[in-house]
């Protein structure tokens, strides 16, 4: 009984008792701490660890049973699967290997680039557009307002005036909702990770865009979820492969980025996303919308958010704050429906109980002040000065056997190789070069190396893109005309 002495219900919380008994015992099972063979306790010894009554226990090993997670042995218990402890160690291997390959990925930052390099590879700002003394202020103002208030626990679905003020910010964009449907994030990944916990079970299948987002990726993998890759094209999706798919494997939703994506800078086109939103309303299947950076908007006539065309409650909508204002703080939101709100507050709070009351209040006053739309202006201004320039220098400098199309807004520029080139072999060259950029495997499910690769313009100035771009132009001849040459001197035959 000691491995189930962790389990505490809360009789309080809105969800049923039962619903929190399963997804406990579900979450003992998948950090491997109820191994195969292991018996649950009986359903008497249960109800009265826990206080509960026994229908409460049959209900959960009911869900636990249904999903293949355990099974009963008539006259003697019920056990953990051993064909899910298989699946587990198979979804494990598969993430690890996984996980070596992205741990290369400079796309947050995370990896030591030296004064001297000029980073293509992150996609965070750098630090010198951060608004520190604005929020500096605001922080300050919130802890002479709120005093020892301000460091108190928020309600887990999000500080309330907060989540008010959302509501009329993200209805400027078009987007209706009610206070209640908004949930409190501490950035986009950990709305990614508390999706996948609330509605993904292991095996469950999942589709993404590809090439898609790692983060995302290592979140589904991460619940062992089934990924199905869905290509994309140069006006979003391929509708016809994902209604193919949507047939064979009924996932449990779609993940997507419709506006600016990441890598590819792709913006789906208006007929594109009526029509996705319509193929899931016929199959009633959730859309994932990863609204990453719908705000650097500098060319596109229509950078609508699918949340805002969304009739029949069917997306999950999520909206960081960290790519354009100070990433380290992680603070974002989420648009829910309806039916799926209290699932996910649950997973909020098993994950971390509630975002940083004091970022909240703070964020709040940011928004009340206006100061956050100033912010977001300057950050316009900045990033369409570093996309001209990177425009200008890809034209000026890059060779033309470089294919690429010129996204409309966003940070992130995406390239292919000629046929039989290696982003990898490129990326080891530039780096030589004091140049890193993020080659085009990390972004694919398969690890496949196309020879594509992203530059970011997130958190370089004006003088390293053209700088940099003018320095990677010369790596990129010089390793495509040496292989070039390489393989015409060994067509040369020798004269006999």
């Given at each position: 009984m000691y491995k189930f002495e962790s389990i505490k219900l809360d009789k309080n919380h809105p969800q049923h008792l039962y619903v929190q008994l399963y997804k406990m015992i579900k979450e003992l099972i998948l950090l491997g701490h109820l191994k195969e063979a292991d018996r649950l306790p009986p359903v008497r010894a249960m109800s009265k660890m826990l206080e509960i009554n026994n229908v409460t226990v049959v209900k959960a090993y009911e869900i636990l049973e249904k999903e293949g997670l355990v099974y009963k042995k008539i006259g003697s218990g019920t056990y953990i699967s051993k064909q899910l402890i298989n699946q587990l160690n198979e979804v494990d291997q598969e993430s690890k290997q996984q996980t070596n390959i992205r741990s290369q990925l400079m796309e947050q930052g995370h990896i030591k680039v030296e004064k001297n390099m000029i980073n293509f590879a992150s996609a965070t700002p750098?630090?010198?557009?951060?608004?520190?003394?604005?929020?500096?202020?605001?922080?300050?103002?919130?802890?002479?307002?709120?005093?020892?208030?301000?460091?108190?626990?928020?309600?887990?679905?999000?500080?309330?005036?907060?989540?008010?003020?959302?509501?009329?910010?993200?209805?400027?964009?078009?987007?209706?909702?009610?206070?209640?449907?908004?949930?409190?994030?501490?950035?986009?990944?950990?709305?990614?990770?508390?999706?996948?916990?609330?509605?993904?079970?292991?095996?469950?299948?999942v589709l993404i865009e590809s090439p898609s987002y790692t983060g995302a990726m290592a979140a589904f993998n991460s619940r062992g979820a089934k990924m199905i890759d869905i290509p994309l094209q140069k006006d979003g999706l391929d509708l016809d492969i994902l209604e193919k798919k949507i047939k064979t494997h009924k996932p449990r939703f779609i993940y997507v980025m419709p506006n600016f994506q990441n890598p590819t800078g792709i913006s789906y086109s208006p007929g594109k996303k009526k029509e996705l939103l319509k193929i899931c309303k016929n199959y009633n299947m959730y859309i994932v919308e990863d609204d990453y950076l719908s705000d650097l908007n500098f060319y596109s006539e229509d950078n609508t958010t699918l949340k805002k065309l969304d009739e029949d409650e069917l997306v999950i909508y999520i909206k960081s704050f960290s790519k354009i204002f100070m990433p380290g703080l992680r603070l974002g939101f989420l648009v829910i429906p309806s039916k799926l709100?209290?699932?996910?507050?649950?997973?909020?709070?098993?994950?971390?109980?509630?975002?940083?009351?004091?970022?909240?209040?703070?964020?709040?006053?940011?928004?009340?002040?206006?100061?956050?739309?100033?912010?977001?202006?300057?950050?316009?201004?900045?990033?369409?000065?570093?996309?001209?320039?990177?425009?200008?220098?890809?034209?000026?400098?890059?060779?033309?056997?470089?294919?690429?199309?010129?996204?409309?807004?966003?940070?992130?520029?995406?390239?292919?190789l000629p046929k039989g080139f290696s982003s990898k072999e490129l990326y080891e060259r530039s780096v030589v070069k004091n140049i890193i950029f993020a080659p085009g495997n990390l972004f694919f499910m398969n690890n496949n190396d196309e020879g594509y690769f992203r530059l970011s313009i997130a958190a370089v100035n004006p003088s390293e893109i053209k700088y940099g771009i003018k320095i990677l132009s010369i790596v990129i001849r010089e390793y495509i005309d040496k292989r070039r040459d390489q393989r015409n001197d060994s067509l040369i035959k020798p004269i006999l």
């Open positions: 750098s630090a010198d557009l951060f608004p520190v003394e604005d929020f500096k202020q605001v922080l300050n103002e919130v802890l002479d307002r709120d005093k020892g208030y301000a460091f108190d626990y928020q309600e887990g679905q999000g500080y309330y005036q907060l989540r008010k003020i959302l509501k009329d910010y993200i209805f400027h964009y078009g987007i209706k909702s009610e206070v209640e449907n908004i949930q409190i994030i501490s950035g986009a990944q950990q709305g990614i990770d508390i999706i996948s916990k609330a509605l993904v079970n292991y095996g469950d299948y709100h209290e699932n996910l507050l649950m997973a909020k709070h098993t994950t971390d109980i509630s975002t940083s009351g004091l970022l909240q209040r703070a964020f709040e006053l940011y928004l009340d002040k206006g100061i956050w739309q100033q912010h977001l202006k300057y950050m316009e201004d900045k990033y369409k000065e570093r996309f001209v320039v990177m425009k200008e220098s890809i034209k000026e400098y890059f060779p033309e056997y470089i294919s690429y199309s010129l996204p409309l807004g966003g940070v992130n520029f995406w390239f292919k």
